[in-house]
């Protein structure tokens, strides 16, 4: 399997711009998980997706942001309109259904710097 | 609320032994992970306990204490390519929501 794919790895934009970051899970799991990571505020959970259906949105820092899923192997993250505290790496990771084992499987993540 | 601490920083020699601590306070405790991180790379999986007491995987091993809220991670034979932070992160409930410490930054010196 090649593992949770995101895209683009880097994105540079200005502030105002919206800003949109693709994930693809690994094939079969059922769950998939959006965060952000800084300097300042370490890994943080923004939001979760079990089959599709968004479970708990309650990390997404506010309105600009939204997050969709429209199937099992595709999901977005986008931002409008972008400001610059919004850099940071984005990280998309995927899991099975829980379990007493399973872990999270992380994607390479996107470097956005909004200028 | 949930709060999981552990150490920002620490600095130990190329083939000793280092003990990262993690220390949380959460509800709905189901399990308690621990991720390495390389410099620009993303996380990857060490390691996972649920039950308590001490897992070993080679040269890494981590012990839980449920009723302390606790955790370590132990490093032995310490290589260069061991430098890289640590996140401790705990999942919450029955379900996959994981909330994550800061992370610890390992320097192995020669």
């Known amino acids: 399997d090649a593992g949770v794919i995101q895209s683009p790895r880097h994105e540079v934009t200005e502030m105002g711009q919206e800003v949109t970051l693709r994930c693809k899970p690994i094939?079969?799991?059922?769950?998939l998980f959006w965060y952000r990571q800084t300097m300042m505020r370490g890994l943080e959970l923004l939001i979760y997706?079990?089959?599709?259906?968004?479970?708990?949105d309650s990390g997404m820092p506010e309105d600009r942001f939204s997050a969709k899923m429209p199937n099992a192997s595709f999901s977005t993250l986008k931002i409008q309109p972008s400001e610059p505290r919004d850099s940071a790496v984005y990280f998309c990771?995927?899991?099975?259904?829980?379990?007493?084992?399973?872990?999270?499987?992380f994607g390479p993540g996107t470097r956005l710097t909004v200028l | 609320g949930q709060n999981i601490d552990q150490p920002t920083e620490m600095t130990a020699t190329e083939g000793a032994i280092v003990q990262i601590n993690c220390t949380y306070q959460?509800?709905?405790?189901?399990?308690l992970f621990w991720y390495q991180q390389h410099a620009g790379e993303a996380p990857t999986f060490l390691s996972y306990?649920?039950?308590?007491g001490l897992e070993e995987k080679g040269r890494f091993s981590s012990f839980l204490s449920r009723s302390k809220g606790y955790s370590y991670l132990l490093l032995k034979e310490l290589q260069m390519k061991d430098s890289a932070s640590y996140l401790c992160?705990?999942?919450?409930?029955?379900?996959?929501?994981?909330?994550f410490g800061a992370g610890t930054r390992l320097t192995v010196k020669p």
């Open positions: 959460t509800s709905g405790f189901n399990g």
């Open positions: 997706f079990n089959n599709n259906v968004p479970i708990d």
């Open positions: 094939s079969g799991h059922d769950y």
């Open positions: 992160a705990v999942r919450i409930y029955n379900n996959n929501d994981m909330r």
């Open positions: 306990n649920v039950l308590g």
């Open positions: 990771a995927s899991s099975l259904l829980a379990g007493t084992t399973d872990t999270q499987y």
